[in-house]
Every structure is written in C-alpha cells, then in structure tokens.
C-alpha cells in the first residue's frame, strides 16, 4: 500500500524484505529516502540505521512500527531516524511526512546560498554580507534559508511551521511570525534580500 501510494504521488519506489536486503539495493541504487519498519527478519530497523549511520550515510530514514512504547521511539531516534510513524499509517500523512523529509534533505544537501553580495552557509549557520558574518540561531537560519532558496514563492506559515519545526511540534504559528520579526530587525538593512509578507497567506522570500 505505501509502494503504490508513493508511485501515484510520482515517486521511484524500491522495495525490501529486510535490513540486509535493503543494504543490497543501496549498493547498486542512489536512494533519497528510506522508509522502514522496526520488526524485520534478519536485519530490524534499528540495526539497520546503526549501520548505515556508523559509515557516514545520511540519507532520511523514517520509521514505521506497530510499536507505541515511548522506548521504541527513543531508540529509533538515538539510531538515527529523521521522523516516526505508528501503525495504522495514514497514507496521506505519511505522503506530507516524506515530501517534508525529502525539502529538508535537499535543503541540507546544498550547504550554501549565494544571493548577490550575500551568502548563506547552511553548515555554519551564517550569513555573510560585503565581509560581515551573522551567526543565526538554527530556527532563524532554517526559516531564512528556506524562504531564499525559493525566491518569490508563497508558504504558509503552517508549511514553515512543519518544516523547520517539525509536524509534531508544540509550537504554533505564532513563533513563525516571531522568527519572521527577528530576522528583518536583523536584515532590514540588507541589499540582497529581504522577506515579504502576503497578507492572509503567509511568507516568501525577496531577492533583490
């Protein structure tokens, strides 16, 4: 159900039995994603991203289990898991979760952004403008790396808020909107880019 759900949603899906299966098509695929149970003959879940985070992989991994011990989760995530799913899946959900995963990633994956004079450094959470360094907290860097690496369109502060918060997080809208608030006190005055509100919608980002 979850392989076809993802082949109408236009992804390539790959499938395996167990842990070392999946290994094997790692060897001969390039993989964006990797979607596992914890409960696997041979090779669980948890072994199996122990493995592939001891040699320096870090392609997302999301758990799906029958398990709800707040254990199992603890474990998943002290392995090395990205995000966590309880049986039943709600296939729509697990759509969002994976579309999420998968910006995250590629957000990750480019490391730097050069808008101009300006260049944000994914790695050191910095932007740099005309020789001036600006250290961001993590959730300012994420949100303003975001809204420039898609210059001009429109995200809803819901769509930021699970993004660089997390689906599962305590917080609400409003913290979007704070964050939005410390980084143009902090940019106002920058010549490169900016962020543009659109009333009743939320954010996007302003190259200039």
Not at 15 to 36: M, P, Q, W
Not at 57 to 65: G, K
Not at 98 to 121: C, F, I, M, W
Request: proline fraction near 3%; charged fraction near 30%.
């Amino acid at each position: 159900m979850i392989c076809a759900k993802l082949r109408v949603q236009d992804y390539t899906v790959l499938s395996a039995y167990d842990g070392e299966a999946a290994l094997d098509v790692l060897d001969r695929e390039y993989v964006d994603l990797i979607i596992s149970d914890i409960m696997m003959p041979q090779m669980d879940g948890i072994t199996l991203i122990k493995e592939l985070r001891s040699a320096d992989c870090n392609i997302p991994v999301l758990i799906i289990t029958a398990k709800d011990q707040l254990e199992d989760m603890e474990a998943g995530f002290h392995a090395g898991s990205d995000d966590y799913m309880i049986k039943p899946v709600n296939l729509k959900e697990l759509a969002l979760r994976v579309q999420a995963l998968l910006r995250r990633s590629r957000l990750e994956n480019e490391k730097k952004l050069t808008l101009g004079g300006s260049v944000l450094d994914y790695d050191a959470l910095t932007v740099t403008t005309a020789g001036e360094e600006v250290q961001l907290p993590p959730k300012e860097f994420y949100l303003l790396y975001k809204l420039l690496s898609n210059p001009n369109k429109i995200f809803t502060r819901l769509e930021l808020l699970d993004e660089i918060w997390g689906m599962d997080t305590e917080s609400d809208e409003r913290n979007v909107d704070a964050h939005v608030k410390k980084l143009r006190k902090k940019f106002d005055d920058n010549p490169d880019f900016g962020i543009g509100t659109v009333r009743g919608l939320g954010y996007r980002g302003i190259v200039k």
